[in-house]
């Protein structure tokens, strides 16, 4: 029983420590019956330090509530300077030790104290006596324990994050959809002219309204490129990057909310969780891509442990993603079954809506389903799987060959098929033929499939090469532009947000200068630049940059450039240098003063990076990476 109170004690700690990290989310039942569930267990495997405390204390409540809270509060204290270790010296954190140092025995002294003072003197030796005070004291904090967890009652939470605060004047603007399919390399598709047909339902979209030909990520890392998307800025500029995983720029969303928008965000990566700030402006920010208890410090504490184990035994590794039934994303079918209910219940109002949907599906790893396995994977007998080189099967210092890399092209590309009719799905239930809807569909990067540049291996998304950074990127407005449309000149992500703000009447509403342009009338200005950059690396040697002009790019890796011609040579491979002096000078100039004000790595901000590595973004440079490697780094998320 004691031991039952004390979890109880700590779940209700932990679960309203939970509720105000995500304010922006209703509460529920789930999250207090799992962390109630997780902490009797932890209570299971502390029992025996427990007993043996008790016997000091004489009171058993105490010993396991002291035993089990300060394991969590002292991971929860010292997890970022874990990861960072200068932030161990720093006072701040010296002082969080400290305190829960200090608490955990003085309620031990405290305790024992308080049982001798109240005991009998022939039961001063039984462990199973407990004073009055503190069996008291125990019972009353387990009730008020099941009372905090209630929905409600201490800590009420709303979906909401916000409200509309003005009702839009005059004639109604249109429902604005933006839709970005995560990892997703243009070259794959249907209407690029993909030799497979991967993407039947999204070439008829673009059928009918304008599809942009060579449209460019403005980075690679999925949060530094949705913040360009909505604040119409370069990385360079908005400074959210993998060592600042914090939104301090404007974003478009408040101007739209504003303007009496519903506005809703729904996102199947943890990479775009509420706590980068990325929710400001919207009504309702659904984030929640995990069970509850893994947001909770247990959980944080136990998963750790287990990737810390796994670097010692690699049964525990489970394919570079050591946890148990986290994986930091979720399909697509339940982000947009919750996004078609937002959408639903704004169209019961006389607002127009925005709703930002972020799919994860076709990241890695890949693992299509069964039907679409069948229509694109052929027979293989290799070493690859769809969880690539951090597979538990992967040979050590093996080599892709071309038929791996063939397996894995045909892993995504079934999972593309898969994506594409689940967004069919979802489309076809929204009424887009009677004009009242602008759609917008791209990605946030591409992905490297083993293409071979000098000798190196191409794979993930770790650079600004052709196949990572030339996305999708279409404009559906049935009565505003007309169907079968193309676009040849160079677009970029940060041309979504002033796109979006025109077609919703709100163009002159921004207050900060965007690198930008609207692309609603399907015009380029003339001799416009377009700029990509790869700051979001762990160590700044790694950085890279470019511009982009009509046919060509000037590719920078760390102060050594080189002149491409973007359709003859994708790959970045030819420099062409020599023969374009004039542009070379003139993209050289553009490209310096673009990185004047450029923020590169430095100490992590609100970093996470345990999603940073499971999802693949910490595993290194160096393609392909050996396994040894990713062993040793597979605790933690990446791009």
Known sequence: MAMLLAALVCAAVDVSLTRIDHAHRAAEWLLPLEAIAGYVVWGLLTWPAARLIASWTGSRFVAHLVVMATPVALHSVLRDALRNTALLSEPRTLIDVGLVLGTALGALVLCHLVTRRSAQP????????????????????????????????????????????????????????????????????????????????????????????????????????????????????????????????????????????????????????????????????????????????????????????????????????????????????????????????????????????????????????????????????????????????????????????????????????????????????????????????????????????????????????????????????????????????PVSGVDIAPTLLDFAGLSDTFTWPMLGESLRDLTVTEGRKVYLVDHDNLEPGYDSAAVILGDYKLFDLEGERTLHDIHADRLDITDVSAEHEELRGILDKALDEFLDGSVTGGEMTNVDTDVLRALGYMDGKAPPPKKDDEESESDDDGK
């Open 122 to 489: 022939e039961s001063l030796d039984d462990t199973r006596s407990n004073s009055g005070a503190v069996r008291v004291l125990g019972a009353t904090l387990g009730l008020g324990a099941v009372v905090a967890m209630a929905p409600g009652v201490f800590f009420e939470g709303d979906a909401t994050a916000s409200a509309a605060e003005n009702t839009a004047e005059g004639e109604r603007p249109p429902n604005l959809l933006l839709l970005v399919w995560d990892t997703t390399r243009a070259q794959n598709l249907t209407p690029y002219g993909y030799d497979r047909d991967t993407t039947p339902q999204l070439a008829k979209l673009a059928e009918g309204g304008a599809l942009f030909e060579n449209a460019f990520s403005t980075t690679v890392f999925t949060l530094s490129s949705h913040t360009s998307m909505l604040t119409g800025v370069a990385p360079t500029t908005h400074g959210t990057t993998m060592t600042n995983q914090w939104l301090d720029h404007p974003t478009i969303v408040p101007l739209l909310q504003r303007a009496g928008y519903r506005t809703g965000a729904f996102v199947g990566t943890k990479v775009l969780r509420a706590s980068t700030n990325f929710l400001e402006g919207f009504d309702v920010y659904d984030d929640l891509v995990d069970p509850p208890l893994c947001d909770t410090r247990l959980w944080g504490m136990v998963h750790d442990v287990q990737a810390a184990a796994a670097q010692t035994f690699p049964a525990l590794n489970n394919n570079g993603n050591p946890h148990w039934f986290e994986t930091l994303q979720r399909p697509a079918d339940d982000v947009l079954a919750n996004a078609l209910n937002f959408i639903e219940d704004a169209e019961a109002t006389d607002q127009p809506w925005f709703v930002f949907i972020n799919m994860f599906d076709v990241h890695w790893p890949y693992l299509p389903v069964n039907d679409a396995q069948a229509l694109f994977v052929a027979d293989y007998g290799g070493p690859m799987d769809g969880f690539t080189f951090r597979s538990d099967d992967y040979p050590d210092g093996y080599q892709p060959k071309a038929a791996d890399k063939s397996h894995i092209v045909d892993l995504y590309d079934a999972e593309m098929f898969d994506l594409d009719r689940t967004v069919d799905a979802f489309l076809s239930k929204l009424d887009l033929g009677n004009g009242e809807t602008t759609v917008l569909m791209t990605s946030d990067h591409g992905e490297g499939f083993g293409e071979d540049r000098h000798g190196e291996q191409l794979w993930s998304h770790e650079h600004l090469h052709g196949p990572q950074t030339r996305v999708p990127f279409l404009l559906y407005a049935p009565g505003d532009i007309e169907a079968g449309q193309t676009v040849d000149a």
